[in-house]
């Protein structure tokens, strides 16, 4: 079952007594899980309205695919109903011939156009088939590229934050499998039912031309099996909602067993049984679950197909009365009976087809809910473009929480950056310097106030815009799995000289020459063990790959260098703050860049023109080094910590040892 949120991310804390590895036994279902549990609750007509959406979306998703095809494989499925309609009429003729009174031979001679007309139906039919299903085995997956290309040109849009919010993760994961999977499959659905529905109303039309009471009796069966079948669709549909939860918990350990980032502590931390064990114990709740579903869904298509065989007996019944009565005669009644076995059986298909139409269509929900909160979380055209190489930044008021966070990272900062300007960040871990990093350069936007890019505020210029004037240097640096050079390259794929002076520069600034230096196929060495032959590279070096791609991407005029030398060794340290300083001058011919740094390593920004220092999200002083040690706050204290350690005779990390030892 689906916890009872209290809105605060998740609600009691496991010990390890519950057996909840992850920590928390009860997480919270995400946002659109609890407004689908709303249309799980709702009556079948109301969803069975539902069904024309579906409908539309998966044609319309189908002729931007392929016009062609899409029309073609509408006329083959509907010639395809028309040529078993027609069997039928050709069929019910035969018998009804066949059955008149008179003498065998002539009745069987008599009978003999129409049989014809019987044999060419079900070729024709035959042909049909195949080329339905041809039509089909070409269309479905191009409609399934179609789907796909269009939420990844969705998703790809949406503003950073968004990935911020696990209830979107989420709901991109759905909607990227579930989602694009369900497109897919309606396809077949939605020709399927046309096919039906054409032999189905072919036989509902002459068993009424037959006898009228045949309709309604034929009607019965019909209701109840489109009744069970719905109910069943949606007990299923419930019953993966309830499991939402515990099926990302299940994925999430399955990755933790196999995922090669966590694979050393995995293996040293001996988790390999603990994680077993949890992954055992969710899959017994939710198989536990899906059996439970199953039985619910086995009992509600019994009641169904109990009804539905009640009807048709009663159908039956209805031609024995019509027959015992002398409202129908012999010679009909043959054809009466192929009537109702034709309804039958298009029914039966049509339920099958239209119960898998509607089960997509929970699932197509996913995609379309996929679609509009992407379009709701992307930021929208402007057509305001951000000042080149502003010569401010200026951040007014600004503060900033995390999605679903309690507390605010950011509050109330008031900062201008000059061009030319080194400015140094620094603080306590999680004082908000990676944050204001992400705020200056429109990455994210602020809560309260305004980012201004000289009079431009970032909420209204044209996010490339903005980016593509940002070079950041990340704390973490991705780790493309790409090629060496192509790591440095894609800080500039645009560069119109890729190989020219500025990537010499950026591999000598940040030491990444070193690196290719010492791959076994140089430059060209992809830097993945996803792939066979692939390298992996030490932190520092990937980190050295980050700077030279930050300083590639010269034109830049903001440049974020978030902790870049936190792996790095003494040498290649000063190596990179010397680069850096430089790369501030950037190849803008007429200014300087802005530069950021934010860094622990107080030493190394003694030369930055001023430095901030935050504290708990707060600005807590602005100023040069003098001017900060000798206003005797809180920059003062971390540079007096990290001076002492260093001008003692051990050196810190020995010093440490020491005083821990003691
Ligand atoms: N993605 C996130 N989602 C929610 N809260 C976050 C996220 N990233 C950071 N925070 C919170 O925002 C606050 C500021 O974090 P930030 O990373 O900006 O600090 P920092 O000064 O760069 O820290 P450090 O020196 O450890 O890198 C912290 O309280 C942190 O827990």
């Known amino acids: 079952m689906l916890g009872n949120g209290n809105g605060n991310g998740h609600r009691r804390a496991a010990t390890s007594a519950d057996g909840a590895l992850i920590g928390v036994e009860d997480l919270e279902p995400p946002r659109w899980a609890e407004v689908d549990q709303k249309v799980a609750g709702a009556g079948v007509w109301e969803t069975v309205r539902e069904l024309p959406m579906a409908a539309r979306l998966v044609v319309g998703l189908s002729f931007r695919a392929s016009p062609g095809r899409t029309v073609l494989a509408g006329v083959v499925q509907l010639a395809s109903g028309c040529a078993s309609a027609f069997g039928l009429f050709a069929t019910a003729g035969v018998l009804t011939q066949l059955l008149t009174a008179g003498p065998t031979p002539e009745r069987v001679v008599a009978s003999l156009p129409?049989?014809?007309?019987?044999?060419?139906?079900?070729?024709?039919?035959?042909?049909?088939?195949?080329?339905?299903?041809?039509?089909?085995?070409?269309?479905?997956?191009?409609?399934?590229?179609?789907?796909?290309?269009?939420?990844?040109?969705?998703?790809?849009?949406?503003?950073?934050?968004?990935?911020?919010?696990?209830?979107?993760?989420?709901?991109?994961?759905?909607?990227?499998?579930?989602?694009?999977?369900?497109?897919?499959?309606?396809?077949?659905?939605?020709?399927?039912?046309?096919?039906?529905?054409?032999?189905?109303?072919?036989?509902?039309?002459?068993?009424?031309?037959?006898?009228?009471?045949?309709?309604?009796?034929?009607?019965?069966?019909?209701?109840?099996?489109?009744?069970?079948?719905?109910?069943?669709?949606?007990?299923?549909?419930?019953?993966?909602?309830?499991?939402?939860?515990?099926?990302?918990?299940?994925?999430?350990?399955?990755?933790?067993?196999?995922a090669r980032d966590v694979g050393t502590e995995r293996t040293a931390l001996n988790l390999q049984e603990p994680l077993l064990a949890e992954h055992r114990r969710i899959a017994d709740q939710v198989t536990e679950e899906a059996i439970r579903a199953e039985h619910r869904q086995t009992w509600t298509r019994l009641?169904?197909?109990?009804?539905?065989?009640?009807?048709?007996?009663?159908?039956?019944?209805?031609?024995?009365?019509?027959?015992?009565?002398?409202?129908?005669?012999?010679?009909?009644?043959?054809?009466?009976?192929?009537?109702?076995?034709?309804?039958?059986?298009?029914?039966?298909?049509?339920?099958?087809?239209?119960?898998?139409?509607?089960?997509?269509?929970?699932?197509l929900r996913f995609y379309t809910e996929l679609l509009a909160e992407s379009a709701r979380r992307r930021r929208p055209a402007t057509g305001v473009p951000a000042p080149r190489n502003p010569e401010t930044i200026r951040l007014e008021n600004v503060s900033f929480t995390y999605p679903d966070a309690d507390e605010p990272a950011l509050v109330e900062v008031d900062l201008t950056f000059h061009r030319g300007e080194v400015v140094a960040l620094v603080g306590e871990n999680g004082s908000g310097k990676t944050t204001l990093g992400k705020l200056i350069t429109g990455l994210y936007p602020p809560t309260e106030g305004r980012v201004l890019w000289d009079e431009v505020d970032l909420a209204t210029a044209d996010a490339r815009s903005v980016y593509e004037q940002v070079a950041l240097i990340d704390q973490d640096p991705a780790r493309w799995p790409m090629t060496a050079d192509t790591n440095i390259r894609i800080g500039n794929l645009a560069a119109p000289e890729p190989y020219g002076a500025t990537w010499e520069t950026s591999l000598r600034e940040s030491g990444a020459d070193e690196v290719l230096a010492k791959l076994p196929r140089g430059p060209g060495t992809i830097l993945s063990r996803q792939f066979r032959g692939g390298h992996e590279l030490s932190g520092g070096s990937w980190q050295r790959l980050s700077v030279g791609r930050?300083?590639?991407?010269?034109?830049?005029?903001?440049?974020?260098?978030?902790?870049?030398?936190?792996?790095?060794?003494?040498?290649?340290?000063?190596?990179?703050?010397?680069?850096?300083?430089?790369?501030?001058?950037?190849?803008?011919?007429?200014?300087?860049?802005?530069?950021?740094?934010?860094?622990?390593?107080?030493?190394?920004?003694?030369?930055?023109?001023?430095?901030?220092?935050?504290?708990?999200?707060?600005?807590?002083?602005?100023?040069?080094?003098e001017e900060l040690m000798q206003a005797n706050g809180l920059y003062r204290e971390l540079f007096s910590i990290q001076a002492r350690a260093y001008s003692t005779a051990r050196s810190c990390t020995q010093c440490n040892i020491a005083q821990a030892a003691e």
């Open 114 to 258: 129409a049989i014809a007309a019987v044999v060419a139906a079900f070729a024709l039919r035959g042909l049909l088939d195949s080329a339905v299903s041809a039509v089909q085995g070409v269309l479905m997956p191009l409609v399934r590229r179609a789907a796909q290309d269009r939420l990844n040109s969705a998703v790809a849009e949406v503003e950073l934050l968004a990935w911020e919010d696990s209830d979107f993760q989420e709901l991109a994961r759905q909607g990227g499998y579930q989602g694009v999977q369900a497109v897919e499959s309606s396809v077949r659905s939605i020709a399927s039912i046309s096919s039906a529905l054409v032999s189905l109303a072919a036989a509902l039309i002459t068993a009424a031309l037959l006898d009228p009471w045949l309709l309604p009796a034929l009607l019965v069966p019909t209701v109840a099996e489109a009744w069970a079948s719905m109910r069943a669709a949606k007990q299923g549909y419930v019953n993966f909602l309830s499991l939402v939860t515990r099926r990302l918990r299940l994925h999430v350990v399955e990755n933790l067993l196999v």
């Open 550 to 625: 930050g300083i590639f991407r010269e034109h830049a005029a903001v440049l974020i260098a978030d902790e870049p030398t936190a792996a790095l060794d003494a040498k290649a340290e000063s190596r990179v703050f010397a680069g850096l300083q430089r790369a501030t001058k950037g190849s803008l011919d007429d200014a300087h860049r802005t530069t950021v740094l934010v860094t622990h390593r107080l030493a190394n920004i003694r030369r930055a023109h001023r430095i901030v220092v935050m504290d708990s999200g707060r600005v807590a002083e602005t100023g040069t080094h």
């Open 303 to 363: 009641i169904g197909r109990t009804l539905a065989g009640t009807g048709t007996g009663l159908a039956y019944c209805v031609l024995g009365v019509l027959l015992y009565t002398g409202a129908m005669p012999l010679a009909i009644a043959g054809a009466a009976v192929i009537a109702m076995r034709a309804a039958a059986s298009s029914l039966s298909t049509t339920m099958v087809s239209v119960n898998r139409l509607y089960e997509h269509s929970f699932y």
